[in-house]
């Protein structure tokens, strides 16, 4: 897909590799991509392929041994980025840990958001205002992961990294949060990257799914997905179904 005025480059890879030495090789290698602003795009693949640190050069926490990567934002502003793991401030309170990374950078760059600002964005992510002086340790997995999105979205990113947030959580409060975050992504018009393992998963909250190979990886399948509605009954469409049928064959013969 080009770019269009419609739809600027927010991320362009161009031969990146990366390789942290040994024995095993890169990790990844010659890898070219193209993301255009507004698309939920997921990427899946074996254990230990490069699907992680593909995300964490995207977010400007590591840098490539190899290739060039273009960054886009119109705003400057940097990713939000949501973790396996919470990782939520164990002695701070709810409301402390969302304000945290408007505490962090250089001066200039800080932000003091409202408390309103911050009671309205809870919210948004399914947390009541009654909670916000509890700590990590009283809250349940569920909301600790609902309290991590709202983390990573309290500077208004423009872009939202996702590496497998809904792993630890069972069926029912995944199928609740991966709704939540297209929610999301529609309303604000973000541009979102989810690693996971969840075939399903990538089926249903995607306009587009990437295959990686193992390492050293490459894109084995681009797949784009069109629905108008991404509804209880998109979940278990036919349409969903044959997806997955698509992206287990594109892993299989990776």
Not at 158 to 185: C, G, S, T
């Amino acid at each position: 897909m080009s770019a269009t005025a419609a739809q600027p480059t927010v991320f362009e890879l161009q031969n990146i590799s990366v390789d942290f030495g040994g024995a095993a090789g890169p990790v990844l290698r010659d890898l070219n991509l193209h993301v255009p602003a507004g698309q939920f795009i997921t990427i899946v693949g074996p254990s230990g392929c490069g699907k992680s640190t593909l995300l964490r050069l995207l977010a400007g926490l590591q840098q490539p041994s190899a290739g060039h990567i273009a960054r886009q934002n119109s705003d400057g502003s940097a990713p939000g980025f949501v973790f396996q793991q919470p990782a939520l401030l164990p002695w701070r309170t709810m409301l402390q840990n969302l304000r945290l990374p408007c505490e962090l950078g250089r001066s200039q760059m800080r932000q003091n958001p409202a408390e309103d600002q911050l009671l309205d964005l809870l919210g948004q992510v399914g947390l009541n205002r009654s909670d916000v002086d509890k700590r990590p340790a009283e809250l349940s997995g569920g909301m600790q992961m609902r309290l991590s999105l709202a983390r990573a979205l309290v500077r208004q990113p423009q872009v939202l990294l996702l590496d497998e947030p809904f792993a630890a959580v069972d069926d029912l409060l995944r199928m609740k949060l991966q709704e939540l975050v297209r929610e999301l992504h529609d309303r604000r018009g973000l541009t979102t990257i989810l690693v996971t393992h969840n075939l399903q998963e990538a089926a249903f909250l995607s306009d587009r799914v990437l295959v990686l190979q193992p390492a050293p990886a490459g894109f084995t399948a681009d797949i784009s997905i069109h629905t108008a509605d991404r509804d209880q009954n998109w979940r278990v469409s036919d349409q969903v179904t044959v997806i997955q049928q698509k992206l287990t064959k594109a892993l299989i013969s990776s």
